[in-house]
DNA sequence: CTGAAAGCGCTTACAG
DNA sequence: CTGAAAGCGCTTACAG
């Protein structure tokens, strides 16, 4: 197959030529290093600019230089959740006047060689991993030579070689318990959590807090029931559920809103009054959740975003010692209280 | 500032020196190319898979090879538009053994310095263009060198560079013209279309083909109202537009679903009855329009993603000479009917 | 301050 | 069939 000639673009030894200088100097003005008379790095400037050269970022890469690209790591786009998360990083890596790459890879293998792609293939500076699969920590992450950033994900092990990665992640613990707490203060006393997918870790936390919330309080039953995982399993579980059982719940508290919104449909086919018989909660606060007036708890997505570009900059660029922020952050969730769940006389609604 | 020693991992040369031959030869095998000996070939292939080689994309790019790496420029991840195509596409993608890359860049500057980067730095063997702002079709395309797929766009001039790109469009008229007759059957005869961002294509054209589809009947007012991009600015832009006019509309399309949201809202706060004295529509259905029971017009975007990579390996690959299917693709988007905007007496809701 | 040279990891004519 | 060599675009010791 013969090789179609390329429009190539100017390239620094062209700038070199043009500026009566040589790549070495270039390359020294580019990257605003010392070593360049002034005279000779304004008229290298200047051819620089008149030629709109832009340095390419494979040369730079392959010399294992800083590219000015940071990878993003996600397993769906299905989910809002991603969406916004990456969103927010993208801010804020292009507030630093870098660039984002995202790729995607929902199974653990395509999850690691989109790594390698990333990493070791040096395009980027740094990665972000947002939602892992948690099956990710049984893999060593020092072997890799660029800065690591977990998103909604923390290694099981701190000894692990993962200690080094730093991370963002979501405080589970406290917005169950005032969920729980919120349930519990409208009356319920049976209930159910819809649990989301296995290998994602704030399902796994989401889950175990909810039991331990639950436990707390005498005379509540919780359980867990699982597959309900979109919105459409969502349906037939509830149904299969609550023909099941001989109690019925009186709140079930799913792991997303979509499953929340096919666990409603479910209750209208059944002509199950909600609130009053069955509380419905979801979590993530999903656009439409509002309008749907559906209890939730909201998810601080952009910020998640901002904080992990912002710990991975300061990985990527540790000369700029100045005043350290943390490395490890953990963000707050808040509760939205809506009809699905208010079945007490105050129904404020702000 | 002194370089970390990095963890190199094995390259091309060391697996040439493992299996006794030489760069060439292992080049010729990741490549399934002819001129190695049958038992060389296999020796090599051992090496390679024990040590879970993978050739560099870097040095692969830098020499103008293939990649293996698709790009995908997109502007927003807010709706989940974006977010589904993109999904479409890396199915795709995979099911060809490459992988896509994202970059997310909302205006116009920042779409030209992504494309750059992908595309001028060879990290990829074409690019999906997706919902680029119109502006993009003033710079030309036929200085880059590689292959372009347009998404959920089309060049105003058939003439320019740009005929070199392929393209997959959604068929604005035919949905349209749908659902301005499905409103009209309803009896409305007072038609109101908040119209999104002007520089996004499809929002050019629908804003023109409603006018146009409204036109084809007598007696039927229709106009357009602009600044209602957001589910947030359709509130207030409903209530300063009904408070505006004396004659109230008695139809409202939304160009999305999410400011059908807001339109609903802001008739709620009005008491306006939906859809007895307003009909109100979106488009796009987006997870739990349904659930909200909203007209809207139904887009094929995993199928606009599918597409749009096919067009684009064959692009890549013209090798593949066989059956070459068409490089510009026009996609039938579905009108579903729900209760926003049934007022006639046979409300048939399957 | 300045620039020639080596090298990052590959692929591809080219000569043997 | 086989392998040495050039080159993709850059950065960085190194010598002047």
Known sequence: MNVVPRARSVNVLEIAKLSGSSKSAVSRVI?????????????????????????????????????GVIGVLARFM????????????????KRKGSQTMCMLAPGIDEYIRSWRTLVSGRHVDGVVLLAPPTDIFKYPVDELDKPVVLCA??????????????????????????????????????????????DIFDCQERERVFLEAAAERKGVRASVVQGAWTRELAVSVVHGCLSARKQKPDA????????????????SELDIAVPEKIAVAGWDDVPGADHLDVTTIRLP?????WQAARILFQKTNPGNVGLA??????????????????????????
Not at 44 to 55: G, K, S, V, Y
């Open 153 to 198: 994900a923390e290694p099981p092990d701190k000894a692990s070689t993962w200690k080094a990665a730093g991370s963002v992640v979501l405080d589970n613990q406290t917005a169950m318990k005032q969920m729980v707490k919120h349930l519990l203060d409208q009356g319920c006393r049976r209930l159910i959590y819809l649990a989301g997918q296995p």
């Open 252 to 267: 079930i508290l799913c792991w997303n809103d979509y499953v929340a919104m096919g666990c409603l449909q479910a209750l």
């Open 301 to 305: 997505m952009l910020e998640m975003g």
């Open 78 to 93: 299905g989910s809002g959740f991603t969406a916004e998360v990456i969103r927010g990083i993208d801010d804020e890596v």
């Open 31 to 67: 990257q605003n290093q010392p070593g360049v008379a002034p005279e000779m790095r304004a008229r290298i400037q200047h051819i620089i600019r008149a030629h709109h050269f832009q340095p390419s970022i494979l040369g730079r890469a392959l010399r294992g230089a800083h590219t």
């Open 325 to 350: 922020s943390p490395s490890h952050v953990s963000l707050q969730m808040s509760l939205q209280i809506r009809r699905t769940t208010v079945r007490r006389a105050v129904k404020s609604r702000a």
